[in-house]
T-cell receptor
Framework: GAVVSQHPSRVICKSGTSVKIECRSLDFQATTMFWYRQFPKQSLMLMATSNEGSKATYEQGVEKDKFLINHASLTLSTLTVTSAHPEDSSFYIC???????????FGQGTRLTVV | AQKITQTQPGMFVQEKEAVTLDCTYDTSDQSYGLFWYKQPSSGEMIFLIYQGSYDEQNATEGRYSLNFQKARKSANLVISASQLGDSAMYFCAMRRPISSGSARQLTFGSGTQLTVLP
């Protein structure tokens, strides 16, 4: 099946710094990518929908100035957590899909710890 | 709005036995897709099985089968011959149709933690 690669898998950063997470579709063109956040022992919550060549659509309650999303090409979307705080520590995972592929493919996820 | 309900926060099953994980959903769409994913402790989301709302046959993928009861709005996952490696969190999810105009994001249930006992 199609592969989505997410990098890094794990990152520790200091409060106030920014962290960039990459999500790549390796063998198909992803017109749309999705970013989810997951707290321990909880479900995945959609943060935003990233559309190639246009602005991301953020879910209610998600700060777009804090979680910057860029979908500059059909194979790459990035999520930047700006001015990270300890409460931003979480598991972030992306998925990618197009109008043909049935299942949504997920990246490996990124475990962010802000100290 | 769509809603997925998984009422079993945790389930235990003996190795080699079958187990059913419950999932009910609520939607006003006539066309929709239902998914099951496995999430081991590493965090990756592993696609298991898909059922389209107009599929007449229940989906099967190896040891996984989906017991789809449209009238009851349920999409239970059946895992046969459980293995120790099946221990993980399992999520049921729904996706709206392309015709709805929405992007193809998934709405997830709260998950069921399955533990396979030796």
């Amino acid at each position: 099946g199609a592969v989505v690669s997410q990098h890094p898998s794990r990152v520790i950063c200091k409060s106030g710094t920014s962290v960039k997470i990459e999500c790549r579709s390796l063998d198909f063109q992803a017109t749309t990518m999705f970013w989810y956040r997951q707290f321990p022992k909880q479900s995945l919550m959609l943060m935003a929908t990233s559309n190639e060549g246009s602005k991301a659509t953020y879910e209610q309650g998600v700060e777009k100035d804090k979680f910057l999303i860029n979908h500059a090409s059909l194979t790459l979307s990035t999520l930047t957590v700006t001015s990270a705080h300890p409460e931003d520590s979480s598991f972030y995972i992306c998925s990618a899909g197009d109008r043909v592929v049935t299942e949504a493919f997920f990246g490996q996820g990124t475990r962010l710890t802000v100290v | 709005a769509q809603k997925i309900t998984q009422t079993q926060p945790g389930m235990f099953v003996q190795e080699k036995e079958a187990v059913t994980l419950d999932c009910t959903y609520d939607t006003s769409d006539q066309s929709y897709g239902l998914f099951w994913y496995k999430q081991p402790s590493s965090g990756e989301m592993i696609f298991l099985i898909y059922q389209g709302s107009y599929d007449e046959q229940n989906a099967t993928e190896g040891r996984y089968s989906l017991n789809f009861q449209k009238a009851r709005k349920s999409a239970n996952l059946v895992i046969s011959a459980s293995q120790l490696g099946d221990s993980a969190m399992y999520f049921c999810a729904m996706r709206r149709p392309i015709s709805s105009g929405s992007a193809r994001q998934l709405t997830f249930g709260s998950g069921t933690q399955l533990t396979v006992l030796p």
